[in-house]
Every structure is written in C-alpha cells, then in structure tokens.
C-alpha cells in the first residue's frame, strides 16, 4: 500500500491521452480485476493503473501476443523484475515524453475494434459485447457492425502532434494485418514471419488546430488497400513491395467521428504511475534500430495509465514496447521523421473515394467524402 499510495496518479478517463471525444467510458470505467487465475495469466493480461490489492507489479500488463479476448489467448514475453518502484529515484528514471514528430515501426498483435476492460464476463471483459468473427477477418468493420477480430500485425506509425494536448495534428497508421490468427499466426508473427494471408489498412487521424480548439476530436480515415492485399492472395509476396507506403489513392476510404480524439503522445504519460524496471526480451523484432528479433534483452522502466502500459528502454530512452489487453500491443523498431520516411504521408484520400457509412448527424465526414446528393 505505501508503493501504491506513492507512485499511482488516476487517470481513468479518454481525455487523460486524447485531445477531445469521450470523457468518461461509462460507469464501469474502473472495472475489477479479471478473476485470478493458476496460470497467472489474468495480470500478464490486465493489470491496470488503479488497481490496488494488489497493485500491479513491474512486470504485469505486458499483454504480448494475444489472438482472443481471455487472458489464456495469448503468448506473454518473460520478464524479470529489475527493481521495484521504490529503488528507482525519480531523478535516475526515463523520462516517458514521445517525440513530437516520428515515425516508427510496429510489429505485435491487434484487435478491431479495439475495446476497455469491463468487469462484465459475458463480453469476455471487454466493453465491446460483440461475437468474434472468422468471416470478418481483415475487414475495417465500422462502428455500427457488431463483430470483432483478432489478428498479428506489422507496420509504421506516422505522427505529427501541434503543441498541447487540443493542439491538432496528424497521425497515420500503415498497418498490414497478418492471418491466420489464433495461437498459429501468433507463433509465427513471433518468429517474424509475416501472414500466409496479409490484408493492407491505413487509418488516418484528422483533428486540425480548430478542432483542437473545441475538443471536436475530428475524424478517421479508413482506407482499404484492395491492390495491395488482391496481389498478396493471387500469390505475390508482398513483404517484398513497399508496404511502408501506400498511396492514399490505392483502395477505398470510409470516413467515420473519430471516438476519442488524436493521441497525445509527447506528454501522454507525464502523470503516469511508475512500475519499476524491467529486464526482458523484446518481441517481434529489433527494437530500436530494424530487424529480425536478436534475442538481447532490454531493461526498461515501465509505467502505466489507465490500461495503456509503456516501457522506456533506458539504452536508448525512446519507447521500446506499447501495451493495452484490448487496445493493441506492439513493440518500436527503426524510429525515424515522418516527412523524412514518407512525404506523402499527408495527403488524405481523395473525396470522390472517400464515404461516410455512419451518417453522422454533426456532419464532422462532410470535408473528408463525396458531396452527398438528393433526387427532387
């Protein structure tokens, strides 16, 4: 109880990492742990910032390679306990700012739609109620489809925050979701081998300085890149092409509200509670630089907010792991600037291929899809 009561800072809320969108999830916003388990799993799985008998310990919440929503779906990296919060000094701990302006590599696992925890065992612990689909696999499911699934990933982060948390900005995810899934395509991502069938996404976060300006958390961009994934199933080995970068005019975008609002990633953790440091071997690749996995262990501080977890690597100060139970799992590799990797990273797709599927009655989509017309 004295760690906790020194190290904990609540934040239990979208708006503590998101400029605009849902305040509050709902009253369950600060669920009960998942009930203990032999195996352990449940706290590898889920160990979130406020919990407190007991309180999550330097290695819990690294979630790892997971492909369904219990703690028993997954692959979970070993960890050692290099120190406990309290052996750490503030002074001698990694500052946990992201850069402002980056571009980084991801490889991990992915679940759509990403949820919260809940306390409801029905959902699988989940806010999101909705049945695990096979036939949806690889589909940017929009929010008003009630299916959800799983599947290992690599890609590149782009990001390019204004100043301050409602400052706007851009953000773009280049993401190539690997299948099968299940405990076979987590395996293999693990080995760093890419899907025997590989479908090509992009979602685009849009919030400019005026959004910001009104918490309006703008919009998202879901692009669907048919080219890319329809050579990869006619047999063509798409690790080989430049999947990094993808034109904005390759495929079809849906434009959906943005839930949350653009991540704040630069200051995004500054009231987050320290967990202590860690020793463990990162999965999927080379962190930091680019490559295959090397099989070297990092040590990292580890401090958590909410149900978002990250590890700072103190070689090369910089983000070595991300983690959540729902929300996606990833590590960094081959960190570089966005316009430095990819300038056309900015350009959204063009309007007349760009739809609005939720009819939204704010019309945030309107400067995004095709004019909508109406027969009289």
């Given amino acids: 109880m004295k760690v906790y009561k020194a190290h904990y800072n609540p934040s239990s809320t979208c708006l503590a990492c998101h ?5 509050w999830q709902n009253p369950d916003n600060e669920p009960p742990p998942t009930p203990r388990q032999v195996n352990g799993n449940d706290r590898k799985r889920r160990c979130d910032e406020y919990f407190a008998d007991p309180p999550c310990g330097p290695c819990d919440g690294m979630a790892g390679a997971y492909y369904g929503d219990l703690p028993d779906n997954g692959i979970y990296p070993v960890c050692e306990v290099v120190a406990e919060p309290d052996y750490v000094p503030v002074a001698k701990r990694m500052n946990t700012d992201w850069p402002k302006k980056f571009s980084v590599e991801m490889r991990g696992a992915d679940r759509w739609p990403r949820a919260s925890p809940s306390g409801n065992a029905s959902c699988g612990y989940t806010t ?3 049945p695990y689909s096979k036939e949806a696999e690889g589909q940017a499911l929009p929010p008003s489809v009630p299916l959800h699934w799983y599947a290992q990933i690599h890609g590149v982060l782009y990001v390019d925050h204004n100043d301050g948390q409602f400052g706007g900005g851009r953000l773009r995810h280049e993401t190539v979701y690997q299948f099968p899934s299940g405990k076979e395509g987590a395996e293999m991502n693990l080995r760093h081998l890419n899907g025997q069938r590989n479908v090509h996404l992009t979602e685009i976060h849009v919030q400019t300085p005026e959004m910001g300006a009104k918490a309006n958390p703008g919009v998202m961009l879901n692009l669907e890149h048919s080219n890319m994934t329809q050579a990869n199933a006619s047999g063509v080995d798409d690790s080989k092409l430049d999947w990094r ?3 904005s005019t390759d495929g ?7 839930p ?5 990633f630069e200051k995004a953790y500054d009231n987050s509670t320290y967990k202590g440091r860690v020793r463990f071997i990162p999965p999927w690749q080379q962190t930091g630089s680019y490559g295959p996995p090397s099989g070297k262990a990092v040590v990292a501080d580890h401090y958590v ?6 590890f700072i690597d103190i070689e090369t100060k910089l983000p070595v792991m991300f983690s959540s139970p729902f929300g996606g799992c990833a590590t960094y590799g ?5 316009d430095e990797l990819w300038p056309e990273w900015r350009e959204n797709p063009a309007r007349d291929r760009c739809f609005d599927v939720t009819q939204d009655p ?7 899809t095709q004019p909508s017309s109406m027969v009289v």
């Fill in 245 to 247: 970068r993808i034109p």
């Fill in 19 to 23: 400029g605009g969108g849902v305040p």
């Fill in 260 to 264: 949350a609002g653009l991540p704040y």
């Fill in 128 to 130: 999101d109620c909705s």
């Fill in 334 to 338: 081959n960190w570089s600037t966005p």
């Fill in 362 to 368: 704010s019309h945030t989509c309107d400067a995004y």
């Fill in 305 to 310: 907010k909410w149900t978002f977890h990250v």
């Fill in 252 to 258: 079809t975008c849906v434009c959906v509200p943005n």
